[in-house]
């Protein structure tokens, strides 16, 4: 009896105490969470069944980002520190934006294909209602990536209705505000167009499957796997940043990933070893950009490029190799020399190696990556490679305690990925709004004529041109964002100059990678300078410094297309490969003045000269121009060799 009466008393008690209310923020939150959640077994869904048409799955790809992102942005302005009238004002404006995004999808979901039938010649409520789908697309796209693409899409928008008023060779026909927004949105091109069909097809499923590995513990199997490696060879800290690095960089395929997820790791390891923070931020920096150029995944940049060229994204993935391992070995050149002249020996015993870990989440990351390939030689979708890679991984989590995950960890997984993929879609819609007034004002067919006729029909001038404009948008757009614009503007130019279609998008697409890291903007320096204590503009420079010959290479592809596979001229193409090799190792020597020992001043004007011949060798191929280069680089080493020995003597005797 009193026992109950205890029972009923302390019942009374929990029943009493008030429960926690939740606040704005947090529902806002979970709101995320359920349509994030959402968004990816949509897609896990359509990617198996295609129980909508094209347009409709787009439609609702973009709704449901449209949702995600403003969401995301009232989460973080009730989250913030302004005072509640401002927070009010400016979370109505949020949601009427997304209402109207919303009821813009609806809208175009209820009338399906009667709306293509209509391109052109659309009623008024069609034309209010692609205004709206456009403008929260723009708002979104701020939000998510920024004013600069944002600002690019409402310079062609205007150029599109106002072009007619423009002097030549700028002028064209007057395109009326009805036209223009069915060609920008409702008509099912623009903001519908192949940019968002990318997106939506398999670029989303890909950002996600790079969250689900993350969590599965795939990523331990990189960093323990670099650890080894670092400890067994020279300069071991800083090889170590760029096989991890170059590891992950085959799932994330994003450089700002790459830094973050590996430099938290690695530069302890490079600070502690004896590199200065500025050598490691360079290291970082360029290691972590070298993941959009690492197959199978390469920054998606890939899967939009064998979507515009019809090449297969196995094909890419293939030519990718050699530029991968050029640019890594530059790299790797450089660790190694810095190394040495920082007294930097193999990693010691006091960084340890969860061998236990490597073994058992070894799997995680190669079974997933051989289905990648197994899939591509089967020819398989690249919708549904991006399907099975990811339940892939959910499946091989289940057969470990220490990779099994409870749900919640997925479904942070989920919304993380969907965060990601939703920032892609809201690029997209830009992108489509410029490539849709390239097409309604045909200036994507005057513009390359105009560049031919700057370039003087000169091939070098073009690729000059070409490479400075990507490296401009690479500096504030994304990279598959600043391929499809480039690509849309330039390939073609470089195409009717010569270069075969791969070469020429070969090309856009390593400058536009590289962009990555150039300055001023560097969004890959960004990740990584505040990891490695430096400003992000010296990260950014000091990455120009480690990675110069990014710079180089895509210049290389086109006078030497065997390296993409693109002639059958082996042998020119080994006398290159072994050019390419040389002149990294010489010119890294020049760069930073040490090769076993101080350089001294002539030592390094005779490697400067020797890795100058051989880049002029590169482009106009001579057996005396390739003699006289390693002449003059076999020189080096004996000057800088017996100048070793002796100093070496000296310091013996005495």
């Known amino acids: 009896m009193e026992v109950n009466q205890i029972v009923n008393e302390e019942t009374v008690k929990v029943n009493s105490v008030p429960a926690v209310k939740k606040t704005p923020a947090q529902i806002v939150g979970i709101l995320v969470t359920i349509f994030s959640v959402a968004m990816v077994l949509y897609h896990l869904i359509y990617a198996l069944s295609l129980f909508l048409n094209i347009y409709m799955h787009q439609n609702v790809h973009l709704m449901l980002a449209l949702i995600i992102i403003i969401l995301s942005e009232i989460k973080k302005e009730l989250e913030s520190e302004r ?23 609806v809208y175009v979901f209820t009338q399906g294909l009667d709306l293509v039938y209509r391109a052109g010649v659309n009623t008024d409520m069609d034309i209010v209602m692609g205004t709206m789908i456009i403008i929260a697309c723009l708002i979104a796209c701020r939000l998510s990536v920024g004013w600069v693409l944002v600002i690019l899409a409402i310079v062609f928008i205007a150029y599109t209705l106002l072009g007619h008023l423009l002097p030549n060779p700028f002028w064209h026909f007057q395109v009326n505000f009805s036209a223009a927004i069915s060609k920008f949105c409702i008509g099912f091109s623009g903001v519908y167009g192949d ?13 996600v499957f790079g969250e689900f590995l993350a969590i599965a513990g795939g990523t331990t199997f990189f960093l323990e796997l670099s650890k080894i490696i670092g400890k067994r060879v020279p300069s071991g800290a800083g090889i170590t940043t760029l096989v991890s690095c170059g590891l992950m960089g085959m799932v994330t395929g994003s450089g700002m990933a790459n830094a973050s997820i590996c430099g938290p790791f690695t530069t302890p390891l490079m600070r502690s070893s004896g590199y200065t923070d500025k050598e490691t931020s360079g290291v970082l920096t360029t290691a972590a950009t070298g993941a959009l150029i690492v197959p199978p995944v390469m920054g998606v940049v890939a899967f939009v490029m064998a ?46 190696v969860d061998v236990k870990g490597l073994i058992s989440t070894c799997y995680m990351f190669l079974i997933p990556l051989g289905l990648i390939i197994v899939l591509l030689t089967m020819a398989m979708s690249l919708r549904m490679i991006s399907f099975w890679i990811c339940i892939s991984v959910v499946a091989l989590s289940l057969f470990q305690k220490r990779t099994r995950k409870p749900l919640k960890v997925w479904v ?28 309604v004002t045909n200036l994507g067919n005057r513009l390359p004529s105009l560049m031919i006729e700057w370039a003087n029909g000169n091939l070098i001038i073009a690729l ?23 690509s849309m503007m330039c390939a073609s130019i470089l195409e009717e100059l010569g270069c075969t279609v791969l070469q020429a ?84 020597v020049a760069n930073l003045g040490y090769f076993r020992i101080k350089a001294t001043v002539l030592e390094r004007l005779i490697a400067l000269t020797a890795g100058f011949l051989l880049i002029v060798y590169c482009f106009q191929p001579s057996v005396l121009l390739y003699a006289v280069a390693l002449g003059l680089a076999a020189l080096f080493y004996v000057i800088h060799r017996l100048r070793e020995r002796k100093l070496s003597a000296g310091t013996a005797v005495g």
């Open 505 to 588: 998008h070969y090309f856009i697409f390593l400058f536009t990678v590289f962009g990555q890291m150039t300055p001023p903007v560097a969004v890959t320096a960004v990740a990584a300078a505040p990891i490695c204590n430096v400003s992000y503009l010296t990260a950014g420079v000091q990455a120009v410094r480690v990675g110069w010959l990014a710079w180089i290479m895509p210049f290389f592809i086109i006078w030497c297309p065997a390296l993409i596979l693109e002639s059958a001229d082996y042998l020119q193409a080994a006398l290159t490969l072994v050019a390419i090799v040389v002149m990294t190792i010489i010119l890294q």
């Open 195 to 207: 940019s968002m069909q990318v997106s939506a097809n398999y670029i989303f499923l890909f950002m």
């Open 464 to 486: 000059v041109l070409v490479a400075v404009v990507t490296i401009i948008l690479g500096c504030g757009v994304p990279p598959f964002a600043s391929y499809m614009m480039v």
């Open 412 to 439: 942070k997984a989920m919304e993380s990925g969907a965060a990601a993929g939703a920032n892609i879609a809201m690029a997209s819609a830009a992108i489509g709004l410029v490539l849709g007034a390239f097409e």
């Open 83 to 105: 005072s509640k009238a401002k927070k009010i004002a400016r979370c109505v404006y949020l949601m009427v934006v997304m209402a109207a995004g919303v009821i813009g999808c």
């Open 307 to 352: 979507e515009y060229t019809g090449i297969s994204y196995g094909h890419i993935c293939l030519i990718s190799i050699a530029p991968c391992v050029l640019y890594y070995f530059c790299l790797g050149v450089y660790v190694v020399f810095a190394g040495r002249k920082n007294g930097i020996r193999r990693m010691g015993d006091d960084v340890k």
